[in-house]
């Protein structure tokens, strides 16, 4: 899953990108709000940490364009601010859930699960297909009860299929979303992982739709090879 934080502090920002890259994130920054305007309206994200308090562009400002342009990536806003006025201005303005300075980062990552979860359309924390589980808060990965270690990579590979369990996926798509931007997007290493994760899981786990991409089904069928 990819994830974009605009924050314009530079130590709250390097710990942000810290603590989500450590959770299996693929994450881009921006230091202001013309910035994060800017690669929220041209890049693909699962989700944004976005700061009211920000340079050039005020969150709130770069919040409602977005909207305004369509985007619908879930937002969650951090804010300072005591007045519960500013919050409500935020979710007015298309926020999804906010988080008020200082927090837990344990309660920011947690709530950005649920937000991903929930704009996908999961509602639980375990994400299954067939006798394959993934636990959202551990990391975790099962095959009927079995534990399975996959690479930092081939994690984010698998939750991004899970989270869109039935839905035939692009390459494009995928590396949009597991890889932030500085990642070469000519490389071939999606069919890598793939072939990776279906050596841990099962040659069915993920069918190739030829021409289309991949998809990942609640029952295993055969993958195209």
Do not use: C
């Amino acid at each position: 899953m990819r994830v974009l934080i605009v924050e314009d502090e530079p130590n709250l920002r390097q710990q942000l990108q810290s603590t989500l890259e450590g959770a299996g994130y693929a994450v881009d920054v921006a230091a202001d709000g013309e910035e994060g305007h800017f690669l929220g309206s041209t890049e693909s994200y699962d989700a944004v940490v976005l700061d009211l308090g920000l340079p050039e562009i005020d969150g709130l400002t770069v919040l409602d364009r977005w909207r305004k342009e369509g985007k619908v990536m879930p937002v969650l806003v951090l804010t300072a601010r005591d007045s519960w006025s500013d919050k409500v201005a935020g979710l007015d303005a298309g926020a999804d859930d906010y988080v008020a300075k200082p927090f837990q980062t344990e309660e920011l990552i947690a709530r950005l699960r649920a937000l991903i979860r929930r704009a996908s359309g999961n509602a639980s924390a375990e994400l299954v297909a067939g006798d394959i589980r993934l636990d959202t808060r551990s990391g975790k990965v099962t095959k009927s009860g079995d534990p399975v270690k996959l690479t930092a990579q081939e994690y984010k590979l698998l939750s991004y299929l899970l989270h869109h369990k039935g839905k035939v996926v692009s390459r494009t798509e995928l590396i949009e979303h597991i890889y932030d931007q500085d990642f070469d997007r000519d490389s071939n290493t999606i069919e890598v992982f793939v072939t990776r994760i279906r050596k841990k899981l099962g040659a069915d786990t993920i069918t190739t739709i030829r021409g289309l991409g991949y998809s990942l089904e609640d029952e295993g069928q055969e993958a195209a090879q």
